[in-house]
């Protein structure tokens, strides 16, 4: 299982950018996918599950904002992210899942990407 992110970078608040994940080694249709982040000095936390059945569900923090979506044919998820503020500065990984299951209120992950640096600056 590979997966592999793009499209982090530097924008100003209240930008937008679009993170893409490709997906290899694995049947990605049948894959729940989804994106967590982690900021420097804290936990890693959720962010947003796209489903097989190309349903979607988003941390409250996400919701409104970002938009978790798949191209199964091209075996890549997306992440847009519109309304960027500077506490969404973090490294954002793409993550699939056989099987979604949620633990503690979030959704765990069985496979990670290397992860892409979002930066937000004020």
């Known amino acids: 299982v590979r997966l592999v992110e793009s499209g982090g970078g530097l924008v100003q608040a209240g930008g937008s950018l679009t993170l893409s994940c490709t997906a290899s080694g694995f049947t990605h249709t049948r894959y729940g996918m989804g994106w967590a982040r982690q900021a420097p000095g804290k936990r890693r936390e959720w962010v947003a599950a796209?489903?097989?059945?190309?349903?979607?569900d988003y941390a409250d923090f996400a919701k409104g904002r970002f938009t978790a979506s798949r191209d199964n044919s091209k075996s890549t998820a997306y992440l847009q992210m519109n309304s960027l503020e500077p506490g969404d500065t973090a490294v954002y990984y793409c993550?699939?899942?056989?099987?979604?299951?949620?633990?503690?209120?979030?959704?765990?992950?069985?496979?990670w990407g290397q992860g892409t640096q979002v930066t937000v600056s004020s």
């Open positions: 993550a699939a899942v056989n099987t979604p299951r949620i633990v503690n209120g979030e959704y765990e992950y069985d496979y």
């Open positions: 796209v489903f097989s059945d190309l349903s979607t």
